[in-house]
C-alpha cells in the first residue's frame, strides 16, 4: 500500500508577484527548490495565511537568486503581491520508504530567504 505523505514545504513565503494573464504555475527561485528537494512540474498545495485560499498548482523554475515567489494564472485571483503562503508538496511512499524518509522543510524570512531546513520526524 502506498500512503500520501509530506515530501517537502516551504513556510511562510512572500509572493513577490501575480500574473493573471501567464501560463499558469508557481514560480519558485531554483535556490529554494533546491534546497528541499523540490523539482520542476512538481504539484504543489499553496495555503494563503493572508485569506484562508488554498489551491493547487505545478511548478515553474524561477531565476537562481531571485526569491521569486509568482503566482501564475488564475490562481492569481486567490493569491496576491505581498501575501504570505505556505507551499507543501506531498509525494507517495511505500511502508519502508515512510520509516525512514523525513521531509525537508524551508523556514522562510520576510525577504524569501531561508532562514532555516528543517525536517519533520515520522514518529
Known amino acids: 500500500m502506498l500512503r500520501k505523505i509530506l515530501h517537502s514545504k516551504i513556510h511562510r513565503a512572500r509572493v ?3 500574473r493573471l494573464d ?4 508557481i514560480t519558485i527561485d531554483a535556490d529554494i527548490l533546491d534546497a528541499i528537494g523540490l523539482r520542476a512540474n ?3 498545495i ?3 495565511c493572508d485569506n ?6 505545478y511548478v515553474f523554475r524561477g531565476e537562481r537568486g531571485s526569491r521569486q515567489i509568482i503566482i501564475n ?9 505581498g501575501h504570505t503562503v505556505i507551499i507543501m508538496h506531498y509525494a507517495y511512499a511505500t511502508e519502508d ?3 525512514s524518509f523525513k521531509p525537508k522543510v524551508a523556514l522562510m524570512r520576510p ?4 532562514e532555516e531546513v528543517i525536517t519533520y520526524d515520522n514518529r
Open 42 to 44: 512538481d504539484e504543489v
Open 52 to 57: 484562508g485560499e488554498r489551491f493547487e498548482t
Open 22 to 25: 501567464y501560463v499558469g504555475s
Open 16 to 18: 513577490t508577484s501575480a
Open 97 to 99: 520508504e515512510y520509516r
Open 111 to 114: 525577504d524569501n530567504t531561508i
Open 46 to 48: 499553496i495555503a494563503n
Open 73 to 81: 494564472g488564475a490562481a492569481a485571483r486567490l493569491a496576491g503581491e
